[in-house]
Nanobody
Framework: QVQLVESGGGLVQAGGSMRLSCLAS????????MGWFRQAPGKEREFVARISANTVTSYADSVKGRFTISRDNAKKTVSLQMNSLKPEDTAVYFC?????????????????WGQGTQVTVSS
């Protein structure tokens, strides 16, 4: 059973940068798409970014051009580099493993989740 552990959250000022990392257990990390989602208080969990097993990436319009998702299969990690952060980026960020090597954008397309890490962007 895969386990995902996020790290790197915290408090940053608007315009700043932050890097989130997610460490996965299990032997088949490279075979699956990986994604990042976020959930703000009172809101539904929303898609942020996804990277397929062959490193094709996809982003939510709200973060395109500011966030970059990457993966290191040897280290079993997926990262999210966040630049030009805005107060509206404040949320709990979750790492997730896709059900397939491609993945999609709905939470139902992902079958394993980390515990989440808080990102707070102050204005």
């Amino acid at each position: 059973q895969v386990q995902l552990v996020e790290s790197g959250g915290g408090l940053v000022q608007a315009g700043g940068s932050m890097r989130l990392s997610c460490l996965a257990s299990g032997r088949t990390f490279s075979s699956y798409a990986m994604g990042w989602f976020r959930q703000a208080p009172g809101k539904e969990r929303e898609f942020v970014a996804r990277i397929s097993a062959n490193t094709v990436t996809s982003y939510a319009d709200s973060v395109k051009g500011r966030f970059t998702i990457s993966r290191d299969n040897a280290k079993k990690t997926v990262s999210l580099q966040m630049n030009s952060l805005k107060p509206e980026d404040t949320a709990v960020y979750f790492c997730a493993r896709g059900r397939t090597n491609w993945g999609a954008k709905a939470p139902a397309d992902f079958d394993a989740w980390g515990q989440g890490t808080q990102v707070t962007v102050s204005s």
